[in-house]
């Protein structure tokens, strides 16, 4: 009887990812103006996740926008020292 049930609910989820994957785009029957103008739009989902994932790890989110505004401006940290034998270095 389980194996049945298992049967049913696997052939319920091949038959709808067949659905999924054979359903139109509708980015494909957009014209190019509407398409621009979605994506255009901020996403809610994805403030909603930047907030979820700040409330979560404020100082990791801090890190990485400290971290881009340094590459926005030219002055990002440049790595380890070279060592020697390296060009740049004196020894």
């Given at each position: ?31 190019e ?7 255009r739009?901020?996403s809610?989902?994805?403030?909603a ?7 979560l ?34 020894d």
């Open positions: 009887m389980a194996f049945l049930l298992v049967a049913c609910i696997a052939l319920a989820l091949v038959g709808l990812l067949i659905y999924v994957l054979g359903a139109s785009d509708r980015h494909a029957q957009m014209s103006e509407q398409f621009e103008e979605e994506a739009r901020g809610t989902l994805g403030a996740m930047v907030g979820f994932d700040k409330a790890r404020a100082d990791r989110v801090e890190h990485v926008l400290v971290q881009k505004k340094r590459i926005a401006k030219g002055d990002s940290p440049s790595g380890d020292a070279p060592t020697s034998g390296q060009p740049g270095n004196p």
